[in-house]
């Protein structure tokens, strides 16, 4: 018999009437022939509403008793939700996280899962009950209650479609699908057909809430296929599955973060391992780092920038004054007033060109590019917060994200579990369900790495480098730009090592037009990439690399980072040096890729 699990969000049952809609939902499945697990969300805004409450009795309350009272939400709501289908005349069980066995780690409000038991709920599913599971919550070793983080209902709904193999999983939720950005935020949104994992797990860690991001590593992981659609209606929604809505477009979707702050230290003695000590220290507080730019200037120094929520800029500031004497706040810059705009697609892999269109309709709107990084499939800007929204509508528009792709599927597909991807082989080769995963650590030594430095900073300078690159069919693989001296940029970028000299003449011209103070070329640079699933989430991997890489005395150019990738650019003559304590540092998690 199949086996479908259905996942409800808050909104999607916020009052009896929408409980007893959602029974209804569930109930008409069952009578379809399948098995039924549904996961439930706590009642709209209970959530929100008990964070209040604690923090009215304390600004730092315990992060286990945070746990206690966040997962009696979801208790509320599937003990009402088991009512609900009673009273429908049908037979169904609510369970807690712990009663179903879902074992975590003891990272309180942000648990990680390690197993999941199924035998109960198969069981209770065996005897024609439609059985409701608690969302977001597991239990320690000790029989702690934790929490998986906000939003963490989709990763309970995933992560049950896995263990149990189910036929599909449905996100059902206030909205009717994936859009190519929140259509609450840009009204000319358009809901996809089909997203690949890559480009959602890249969206939901950019700023895109409809999806938890772990729930997306669990999917891939185990090739769940999900389907996000509306709680109220039956009209389809969008398939998040391997494959990608369009061959054509270079560009999927389009996200923002509104509240993000940038940290600047400039002058960091460029020597192995002081990037390393920043980003652990920063770490230790279970800070997140995003749009990691780093730039060696003339006098050997390193400009190392930055971002972070803005609400843990304090904690940040505070992170990074302690790792290094030669650290003052003279060296230190920081901007709470900045949003970051992305584009996501797996097609700009391999469809050139994506970067500066970017920048140029961004220049054309005179909107000032403060930073930028790239990785693979997704480009990143930080701009003034208040050009961010006005930011991404360009930019949304400029890659015609509004307008369906001819080559799309009309709607969404449904499309069944592939069943060789068996989650019983994926987790014995795994110590626990989400530990990080590396497929691959690959070395690319035929690069170069071109910088411009001190370029006086005006809307439109990125936009100039790349088209005038762009003109000469050099192909341009990663690119950052990070702040310089008194608020002038640094840009730097690499190029495959046979179009160093043109690149060289190209960019020393722009320079000069710019006003930028030198341009330098290493023909000598190799890329080292890891590749994964969870390398963000799991904000130990740039620690790991850092230190890894300064024991064995490696410098690092340039990084940049995805969900699935984390590339740096080292110095080619310690290229093999690099990739061998690459390999050595990701051993206990390097998967077996035969
Ligand atoms: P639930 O409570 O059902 O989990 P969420 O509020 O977590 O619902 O997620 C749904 C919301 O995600 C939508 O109401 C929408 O505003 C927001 N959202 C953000 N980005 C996107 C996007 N790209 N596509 C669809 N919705 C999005
Ligand atoms: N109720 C939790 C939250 O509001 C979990 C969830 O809804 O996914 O974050
Ligand atoms: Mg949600």
Do not use: W
């Amino acid at each position: 018999m199949s086996l479908i699990v259905q996942k409800y969000g808050g909104t999607s049952v916020a009052d009896c009437e929408k409980i007893t809609a959602a029974a209804r939902k569930a109930i008409r499945a069952q009578k379809e022939g399948h098995q039924v697990l549904m996961v439930v969300s706590a009642m709209g805004k209970n959530t929100d509403m008990l964070v209040g409450l604690a923090k009215e009795i304390t600004e730092r309350p315990s992060a286990r008793e945070m746990d206690m009272l966040l997962s009696t939400g979801e208790q509320v709501s599937v003990s009402l939700m088991a009512m609900a289908i009673h009273a429908l005349g049908y037979k169904a069980v609510s369970l807690t996280g712990a009663q179903i066995g879902i074992k975590t780690d003891s990272t309180h409000t942000k648990a990680r899962i390690h197993s999941i038991e199924t035998s109960r709920v198969q069981r209770l599913l065996d005897e024609g009950n439609i059985v409701i599971a608690a969302g977001f919550q597991g239990i320690d070793e000790n029989f702690e209650i934790t929490t998986l983080g906000r939003g963490g209902s989709d990763t309970t709904a995933v992560a049950l479609a896995a263990v149990l193999n189910a036929d599909a999983c449905e996100i059902n939720t206030d909205v009717d699908g994936v859009y190519t950005t929140d259509p609450r935020v840009l009204p000319d949104a358009r809901k996809l057909s089909r997203i690949s994992y890559d480009e959602m797990l890249e969206l939901a860690s950019l700023g895109a809430g409809v999806m938890h991001s772990r729930s997306i590593e669990f999917a891939k992981k185990f090739g769940v296929p999900i389907h996000v659609r509306s709680s109220f209606t039956d009209v389809p929604g969008t398939m998040i599955v391997d494959q990608v809505e369009s061959k054509s477009r270079p560009v999927s979707g389009a996200a923002i973060t509104k509240n993000e702050a940038r940290v600047t230290v400039e002058g960091v003695p460029d020597i192995p391992g002081i990037s390393h000590q920043l980003f652990a220290s920063i770490a230790s507080r279970a800070i997140a780092v995003d749009m990691v730019v780093q730039n060696v200037g003339n006098d050997g120094k390193a400009n190392v920038s930055f971002t972070v929520p803005e609400e843990e800029l304090q904690q940040t500031l505070e992170a990074v004054k302690e790792v290094h004497e030669g650290i003052h706040d003279s060296n230190i810059s920081h901007d709470n007033q900045v949003s970051k705009v992305s584009v996501v697609g797996l097609g700009m892999a391999d469809q050139p060109g994506v970067a500066d269109k970017m920048f140029r309709v961004l220049s054309e709107a005179d909107i000032n590019i403060q930073m930028i990084t790239t990785s693979e499939i997704k480009i990143s800007v930080l701009v003034a917060r208040e050009d961010a929204q006005r930011a991404l509508q360009i930019v949304h528009n400029g890659f015609q994200l509004d307008v369906a792709p001819d080559d799309a599927p009309q709607s969404a597909e449904a499309v069944k579990r592939e069943r060789e991807l068996d989650a019983a082989e994926v987790v014995a080769q795994l110590r626990f369900m989400e530990d990080l995963t590396i497929d691959d650590i690959s070395l690319d030594n035929s690069q170069a790495l071109v910088t411009i430095r001190q370029i006086p900073d005006t809307p439109g300078i990125a936009a100039k480098v790349f088209e005038a690159i762009a003109e000469t069919g050099i192909l341009v693989d990663m690119i950052v730009q990070n702040v310089g001296r008194d608020g002038s940029a640094n840009i730097s970028f690499t190029i495959p090592r046979e179009s160093v000299a043109d690149a060289q003449k190209v960019t020393e011209t722009i320079g000069k037009d710019l006003g930028a103070e030198e341009v330098t070329t290493k023909a000598d640079a190799a890329k080292l990439s890891v590749s994964g699933i969870g390398l963000r989430s799991h904000t130990s991997v740039g620690i790991r690399m850092f230190e890894a890489l300064s024991k064995a005395g490696i410098n690092v150019d340039l990084i940049n980072t995805s969900e699935v990738m984390v590339n740096v650019i080292v110095d080619n003559s310690k290229a093999d040096d690099a990739l061998a304590c690459l390999k050595e540092a990701f051993a206990d998690v390097l998967m077996d890729s035969k």
